[in-house]
Each structure stands twice: as C-alpha cells, then as structure tokens.
C-alpha cells in the first residue's frame, strides 16, 4: 500500500521559513519522480517544485529562488525548503510521487502553510 506521509507545516510570518517533509512507502522511491503542489481556497491545484529520479530540479515562477526541493533516496524523503515566505504562499501542500514508467502518480493528505502579515 503506498503511503506518502508530509509534515512540516504550520504557520508563520512573513519573511519566515518553513520545511516541509514528505516520507513514501509502498513504493520503489527512487524510481519515483517528486513533485510538491499547492492548493489554495478555491484555487486549482499547482505545482510548486519537482524532483526527478535523477535529481533535476524545476521550480514554478512564483518560488523560485526562494523554495528549494531536494530528496534523501536512502530516507525515501523528499523536502521543501520554503524561505521568504509571502502571504501568497498561504495553501495546503500536498507531495506526490509519480512513476514514469508504471505511469502511477501517488498522493499524500497534504500539510497547511499559512503565512500571515
């Protein structure tokens, strides 16, 4: 059963940081490319950052230079780093792993991040 479990949420200041934590099992983490995604009240679903099984990184204009996403293939952990956060940044943050061969994209329950002035 594949379980992706996020912490590291919670609120903050802006200007602050936060990291944010995601731990898979069930799956073959390393085969698995990682992507967090934001959804804000009434907004769609986006991606904020992705991690590849080869570790190539992409970021969504919004947070780039200010979010880093990096992976611990030995931990089957992925993080986001979130510094300078803006009120904007205000969602709750759901990791995903997708498997690009098996086609099989995976879900977490997702963590809050609210960032006030």
């Known amino acids: 059963q594949v379980q992706l479990v996020e912490s590291g949420g919670g609120s903050v200041q802006a200007g602050g940081s936060l990291r944010l934590s995601c731990t898979a099992s069930g799956i073959i983490f390393r085969d698995n490319n990682m992507n967090w995604y934001q959804q804000a009240p009434g907004k769609q679903r986006a991606l904020v950052a992705g991690?590849?099984?080869?570790?190539?990184?992409d970021y969504a204009n919004p947070v780039k230079g200010r979010f880093t996403i990096s992976r611990d293939n030995a931990k089957n952990t992925v993080h986001l780093q979130m510094n300078s956060l803006k009120p904007e940044d205000t969602a709750a943050y759901y990791c995903?792993?997708?498997?690009?061969?098996?086609?099989?994209?995976?879900w977490g329950q997702g963590t809050q991040v609210t960032v006030s002035t």
């Open positions: 995903s792993a997708y498997d690009s061969r098996r086609r099989i994209r995976s």
């Open positions: 991690i590849t099984n080869g570790g190539v990184t």
